[in-house]
Structures are given as C-alpha cells and as structure tokens.
C-alpha cells in the first residue's frame, strides 16, 4: 500500500482526468452522438420494414380469404342462378305444355262445337232443301197429274179409297 | 471489497506461480553452467562487469520495475551493455515558485541533475526532488528523500500514451460516424468491426444494468471508458513497452469518474437505501448506514485495483518469462520455454485486456444502475 502511494503520481493523474474528460466531450459530440442516433434510427427503420411486411402479409391473407370469399359466394350465386334458372325453365315448360293442352282441348272442343252446329245447320239446311225440293216435286207432279179431271177424280178416288181402309 | 479479492489472489497467485521459473533459471547459472560451460562462464564474467547489462535476477527485478513505473524519456529499447537508450525525451512541466518547462534530456547526465533557472532538480526513482548541484538527498528511514517535491505536471510517457489512445479512439469513432452519414446510415470497412462492439456494450452491458428508459444518458461515458481502457490495454501488449492502464493515478482517475457519476446521477432512492434503509428495523438502520456508506467508496476502489492488478500482473508474467531467456545460461533450452509461455501467456492476456475494460464498463455500468433505477421495495431487503 505504500509503494502504491508512492507511486501515484499526481500529474499523470491530472492528465488522465483532462484527456478523459476531453475526450468524452469530443467522442459524445463527433462520435457517440451520430453513431448512436444512426444505430437507433437504422434499427427503428428495420423493426418498422418488419412490421409493416408483417402487416402486408396479413392484408394479403385478409385479401385472399375475402378473394375465396367472394369467388364462393359468386360460385353459389351462379349455382343459386342456373337452379332458380332451372326451374323456371321447367315450370315454363310444363306451363307451356299444360297452357297449350288446355288450349289444344278448347280448341278441340270449340271445333268438335262449330262441327256440330254446322253439322246440324247442314242438317237442317239439307232437311229444308229436301223439304222444299220434295214439295217442288210434290207440286210439279200434282200439277202433271191433275192437269186434266180424269186424272183428278182417279186421285180422289184412290185417296178416298186410303182413307177408307184405314 | 469482495470482489476486489478475485484478482489480488490471482495477481499473487500469478507471482507466486512465476517465482519457481525464475528460481529454476538461476540455480542453473549456479551450479551446472560454472562446470559445463567454463569458456562461456569467462566470458560471461567479463559481461558482468558492465554495468546495466539485465543479465541477473535482480536486474531483471529493476528492469521490470522500471517498465512498471512512469517515466519522463520515450525509451522503445535500451541496450544495457552499453548504456545507451533509444528514445527520445519528453517535455517536464513543473510548478515551482513559477511555472518551469524544460526537456527531460536535461537529466541525462552522471548525476541526474538538471540545472533549471538556477535550481537544481534531481530525478530519484522516477520522481523529481528539489536539490542542489551535488544532486544529493535526505532520505528517510525508508528510503524515501524528505526533498520538497515541486508539482509535476509533466507529460511523461503515459501521457504521451494516453494522447496516442485518445487519438486512436477518437479517430477510429469519428471515421465510423463519418462513414454513416456518406453510406446512408450503414457502415464501411473498418467501421463494421466497431458497430457490433457498440452494440455490445449497448445491449451486453449498458441496458441490462441500467434499463432501456435511463441507459442512453450513459452511454457516452461508458463507450469512451471502454474503447479507451481496452485500447491502452492492447498497446500495452505491443513491444512500445507502454504500461498505462497498470499505473494506480490512471485507474485512480477512471474510478473516480465512475464514482462521480454515480453520485451525481443517483435519485432520492439511492440515497435513503445509504442513509435510512428501509425494511429495516431501527437499530440496524444505524448500523447499516456507515457500511453503505463505505460501500460506496469500496465499490469504485474494487474497480481501480482489479484494473491496476491485472494489468501490472501481466506486464510482470510477461517480461519475467521473456527474461528468462537472458538470466538462464543454457540458451537452447530456456529459448523454447520461455518463448512459448510468453505466447501462451500473451495470448491470455490479450483476453484480459478486453475482459478487463468490460469488466470495467460493466461495473461502473452496474454502479450507475443501482444508483439509478427506481426500487421496488417489496421484492427485496
């Protein structure tokens, strides 16, 4: 412990506490200082590029799974479509088809109808045409046969005889 | 001081360890070179006789000593043989009745006298006295001169270091702020080396200790502690012989900055856990409050003499081990043992030389941190 007194030299001390201090005052100012804040800031910028990747990774997953979501709902939408779409056309159809049947029987019907009336208008108008023909023969013949008294009297006669018998 | 024992037991087991080698070097220049090497011996004799020749145990004792201590002269090496240094002298700087600057060639004669204005200095063991022409001393019973010893603010050896470090530090770190701005925030060459030991001590040491909210204010302080300490340390390992963080006013000076800015930068907290513990039953209040007290004193004292210790320990194992190649006689054997455990133990002590500016850092680090943080008081005491 005395050598080690001894051997402290204050001036070398002085000059150590003057350097040292000098020293850290230059280092803060030109070296620290800048190096630190350099440091600082590189680190802030990669923990901010990371978080940020992360971040667009994330958004990117979000997107894709909104993609799968939107592609889904669209794919059942178009699935929903052809079906609804299916069975209109099916309903159609069996619309049409029953419209028309109940038409095509009307139809039917209304012909068998007109036939009928027109068969009957026929009927009658052939019964008239017949009638009155009938009686046109009737009357020409009436006329030829009762064109003179003999043949009148003999007609009398064969009537009465008719009437007679029965 | 608990801590503190850690590396003085390793410092005097080290010693201790060296002693044998050293031991060993000698007895063979006693008793088997006398006999095997008779013509060497002679010539060995006549070397003896020049003085200053590091050829025995005790003048590598003085010649490790000499390393140890602070010195007004440059010295790269010296040969012994005959007695010429090279180096080149530093300036002296003394406050004696007026403020005198001289070169410390001065004192390079017989006497180790210089003539200054009329007063006569005298260099004694690395130390400067006021004396007379004759250069003589009054010394005590242990040795020590009783001379007035004028204020010494002179720019030895280790200041000198200090500067080179300073400028290193200095330049090394503005380089890399430099390089930031011009490579838009990223690091070039040399400076991708010294991001990482930033971030090291940011991460390792500075936030774990003293807490994401408060390290930042620290920052400065505990970087240029670091750099500077571990880059002394390496000169220190280089052959420039430079021994600056194994001087006691250097590490002095370091744990008094720690303990300054501890002192200052502590809360309300930090000083009722000294003064008024809370938790406590009022007698032991009492009693613990002188141990606190003490505590904050040994605490930095831990710190100045592990890094003292550690690094003189080194610079000793280092240049006994290089020395036995000069104090044993039998040169092809002693080379080979001596040369690998220099490496062996250089290699080391290039790890203490980082271990030890962090083991500083962390500590005034951790220090700054219980002087800062804000307690909580129920999960401890």
Known sequence: MDKLINDFSFGLFFWQAIILVVLILLLVKFAWKPIMTTITEREEGIKDALLSAENAKKEMMALKSDNQKLLDEARAERDAMIKEATAIKDKMIADAKEDAQAQGAKMIEQAKATIESEKNNAVAEIKNQVSSLSLEIAEKLLKEELSNTESQTKLVEKMLADVKLN | ?381
């Open chain 2, 1 to 381: 001081m608990v801590i503190s024992n850690k590396p003085l037991n390793l410092f005097l087991a080290i010693v201790i360890l060296t002693m044998p080698f050293l031991g060993f070097s000698n007895a063979e220049k006693d008793s088997l070179t006398v006999e095997k090497h008779a013509a060497e011996a002679g010539h060995a004799a006549t070397e003896h006789k020049v003085e200053g020749a590091v050829k025995t145990k005790d003048a590598v004792n003085a010649y490790i000593e000499h390393h140890l201590q602070d010195s007004y002269d440059f010295n790269f090496f010296s040969d012994g043989e005959k007695g010429v240094h090279y180096g080149f002298s530093l300036p002296i700087i003394l406050w004696d009745n007026g403020l005198k600057v001289f070169s410390s060639s001065q004192f390079h004669n017989d006497k180790e006298v210089a003539n200054v204005d009329g007063t006569f200095y005298k260099l004694h063991h690395g130390k400067i006295y006021v004396s007379d022409a004759e250069g003589s001393l009054a010394l005590d019973g242990h040795d020590h001169p009783t001379n007035v010893k004028p204020l010494d603010f002179s720019i030895t050896k280790n200041v000198v270091s200090m500067l080179f470090a300073a400028f290193l530090v200095f330049f090394m770190f503005t380089s890399l702020a430099k390089a930031y701005k011009k490579n838009g925030g990223l690091p070039s060459g040399f400076g991708r080396v010294l991001e990482p030991l930033i971030i090291f001590i940011r991460d390792e040491i500075a936030i774990p200790n003293i807490g994401e909210k408060k390290y930042r204010k620290f920052m400065g302080y505990l970087l240029t502690v670091f750099f500077f300490i571990w880059i002394l340390n390496l000169l220190g390992m280089t052959p420039l012989g430079i021994n600056v963080t194994g001087n006691i006013a250097v590490t002095v000076c370091l744990a008094l900055f720690t303990f300054l800015i501890t002192q200052f930068s502590a809360n309300k907290d930090y000083w009722k856990h000294i003064f008024w513990m809370p938790g406590v039953p009022v007698p032991m209040k009492i009693i613990l409050m002188p141990i606190e007290l003490l505590g904050t004193l040994t605490k930095p004292f831990a710190l100045l003499i592990r890094l003292f210790a550690n690094i003189t320990a080194g610079h000793v194992v280092i240049m006994s081990l290089i020395a036995m190649i000069f104090v044993g006689k039998n040169l092809a054997s002693d080379m080979p043992i001596s040369i690998g455990l220099t490496l062996f133990i250089s290699i080391i002590e290039i790890l203490v030389a980082f271990l030890q500016a962090f083991i500083f850092t962390m500590l005034s680090s951790l220090f700054i941190g219980m002087a800062v943080q804000d307690h909580d008081h129920d999960d401890h005491h």
